[in-house]
């Protein structure tokens, strides 16, 4: 049966770009697999604890030798995992914060680089590709070639880096100049940001047809 991990890291609630698309995508993968089961995790609501001492010793040594503090922190890593290999897709919204991800989207990363559940200790091979990681990101700005900012997106630059060594390979369907309709400065700019917003649901629409229409 397909399953579906649904990710979200907007603080933003209701207002949220990353958010609105997430939501776009996951129904749109509904629509396609009917019987098809989601799980749904909330980075902004219920953060992931950072990495810490207990969880970086949990992975030099053996599981049978853990304190408390470690198996703990273990668990949380073992279940987090196990999330993703349950699932044939995960989508995640990453919206720009600072130049950066979220940090609660780096903590989750951070948790997922387990030798010995996503990748194998002897070969460092990746241990969770195979399954289609798209992630909804969504900018304030405009940063494209020949912006001011090109370039100062290290969110989009940093993910297919920081997750490389799992197996998984993300995907990116992006919208930009998402501040233009509150920001007064960026007036001007609206038209481009509709222009965006709607090419990526666009493409959003377009992700799951010949599998609805199979």
Known sequence: MPHLLHLDSSIQGDRSVSRRLTARA????AAAHPGGTVTY???ADEPLPHLGA????ARRVAVDQHTAGQAEAWELTRRLVGEIEQADTVILGLPLYN????????????????????LDRETH??????????VLASRGGGYGAGTPRDGWDHAQQWLPHGISLTGLEPRFITAELTLADVTP????LRPLAAESLAAAEREIDGLWVAVAGA
Not at 54 to 57: I, K, N, S, W
Not at 105 to 116: E, F, I, T
Not at 125 to 134: P, V
Not at 185 to 188: D, I, R, Y
């Open 99 to 118: 130049f950066g991800p979220p940090s609660t989207v780096k903590a989750w990363v951070d948790h997922l680089v387990a030798p010995g559940l996503s």
């Open 185 to 188: 400065a960026m007036a001007e």
């Open 41 to 43: 995790r909330d980075l």
């Open 26 to 29: 996951a129904s749109a993968w």
């Open 54 to 57: 207990d969880a970086a010793a």
């Open 125 to 134: 091979e990746g241990l969770l590709g195979g399954r289609d990681f798209l």
